[in-house]
């Protein structure tokens, strides 16, 4: 059977190239050897990468070029352009699978419009190790990744996933993982999590707990460093929804203020408050409108 592919024949192909998280060795060989054979080398930081190839004994060449969020839309015209000229180029980024929250769209994007082959070298990626080492369901799962940065969009994002039923996966800072637990736990109610951080480096840890009891431990903390990820258990199948009719029946012949109607629904159906807030505010807007 045919193990490997051609890479210096044909029409150009674009090749996504897993790299490590954290521990060197954690690479295929067929990364490596895609390494060692392309012509062109597109790296997320070129300095991250050069101590990858020291590390395995692979040559630059003068085939390393940067291509990053601040100059993807540039560079995807001039890779384009080596493709279509039958080049083979390999996209690497500083850590993990390239483009699961990592630049790389735009170029795959353009590569598959224009019909070039568009091969992925598959290893390490910090959501799937983080995933299967927290203790937490596996059949079912949900990437979030980073949400965004600004606290009302953050929010509105954690009241549409309140409901998820799968294992949520999401990145954040050490800077701002403490402050995003305490959010977690108001947005979605109490619910088992794993903190994972440094992934296969020599501090790696698994603090597992309650979302506030997480926040309690990392606030206790002098400091968090490294990279992190967060396993949150989804939402609870049985009290993970509500009878829409019911709950409509309940909000129209409330006598009480929307906060102490919010909290009262909470109870009812064991979900989080925040979420039953905005379900009423959302349903009051609704009839206003008529």
């Known amino acids: 059977m045919k193990t490997e592919e051609t890479l210096s024949t044909g029409p150009g192909r674009l090749y996504l190239v897993a790299s490590p998280i954290g521990d060197m060795e954690d690479i295929t060989l067929r990364a490596l050897r895609v390494l060692r054979e392309v012509e062109i080398i597109a790296s997320e930081d070129t300095r991250k990468t050069l101590r990858l190839m020291a590390f395995h004994g692979i040559k630059p060449g003068g085939r390393l070029v940067s291509c990053h969020e601040h100059n993807e839309e540039a560079r995807t015209a001039e890779l384009l352009g080596k493709l279509g000229d039958g080049k083979s180029v390999a996209l690497i980024t500083d850590a993990g699978t390239p483009l699961v929250s990592d630049p790389g769209f735009r170029l795959v994007r353009s590569a598959i419009a224009k019909g070039f082959k568009v091969?992925?070298?598959?290893?390490?990626?910090?959501?799937?190790?983080?995933?299967?080492?927290?203790g937490l369901?596996?059949?079912?799962?949900?990437?979030?990744?980073?949400?965004?940065?600004?606290?009302?969009?953050?929010?509105?994002?954690?009241?549409e996933l309140a409901g998820q039923t799968a294992t949520m996966i999401f990145y954040e800072s050490p800077q701002r993982v403490t402050a995003f637990l305490k959010e977690l736990a108001q947005a979605l109610g109490e619910r088992r999590a794993v903190v994972c951080r440094e992934i296969t480096k020599t501090h790696e840890?698994?603090?597992?707990?309650?979302?506030?009891?997480?926040a309690q431990e990392l606030e206790s903390r002098k400091t968090v460093k490294g990279e992190i990820t967060l396993v949150v258990e989804g939402a609870d199948k049985k009290t993970g929804s509500f009878n829409r009719a019911d709950f409509e029946?309940?909000?129209?012949?409330?006598?009480?203020g929307t906060s102490e109607l919010a909290g009262m629904l909470a109870k009812k159906y064991g979900m989080p408050r925040r979420m039953i807030y905005s379900e009423i505010l959302r349903l009051k807007e609704k009839k206003r409108r008529g």
Not at 209 to 214: A, D, E, I, N, P
């Open 119 to 134: 091969v992925p070298v598959p290893g390490a990626s910090a959501s799937l190790a983080a995933l299967s080492a927290s």
């Open 137 to 159: 369901p596996t059949d079912r799962f949900f990437f979030a990744g980073f949400l965004p940065k600004k606290r009302g969009d953050r929010l509105s994002r954690l009241n």
């Open 205 to 214: 840890e698994f603090i597992r707990g309650t979302l506030s009891g997480l």
């Open 249 to 256: 029946q309940e909000v129209g012949k409330a006598k009480c």
